[in-house]
Nanobody, 123 residues
Framework: QVQLVESGGGLVQAGGSLRLSCAAS????????LGWFRQAPGKEREFVAA???????YYADSVKGRFTISRDLAKGTVYLQMTSLKSEDTAVYYC?????????????????WGQGTQVAVSS
């Protein structure tokens, strides 16, 4: 069992930056794929970024070039560095983990989910 706890959300002005963190506990996630998803009010949860167990990264077109996913295996933490934030980035951001290490963009590929952290971008 893996527990995921997100942090780092908050209120930021458009054009600003935030770094989200997701701390994993319960077992080592060195062989897991890790992902970030987001859900805006009234919308479905959508893929943002993912990193495979081999450290290959994937991004949604809407965030490519602005967001960067990374991980620190020693700390058991995955990060989402967000820059050039836009009002449409406002959402609750969720961290997810796939124990098989191969998940990319699909919600159903992930086994474990965090509780989410709110990001609000003011224009």
């Amino acid at each position: 069992q893996v527990q995921l706890v997100e942090s780092g959300g908050g209120l930021v002005q458009a054009g600003g930056s935030l770094r989200l963190s997701c701390a994993a506990s319960g077992r080592s996630f060195s062989t897991y794929a890790l992902g970030w998803f987001r859900q805006a009010p009234g919308k479905e949860r959508e893929f943002v970024a993912a990193i495979s167990w081999t450290a290959r990264t994937y991004y949604a077109d809407s965030v490519k070039g602005r967001f960067t996913i990374s991980r620190d295996l020693a700390k058991g933490t995955v990060y989402l560095q967000m820059t050039s934030l836009k009002s449409e980035d406002t959402a609750v951001y969720y961290c997810a983990a796939d124990r098989f290490g191969t998940a990319t963009r699909g919600l159903a590929e992930y086994d474990y989910w965090g509780q989410g952290t709110q990001v609000a971008v003011s224009s």
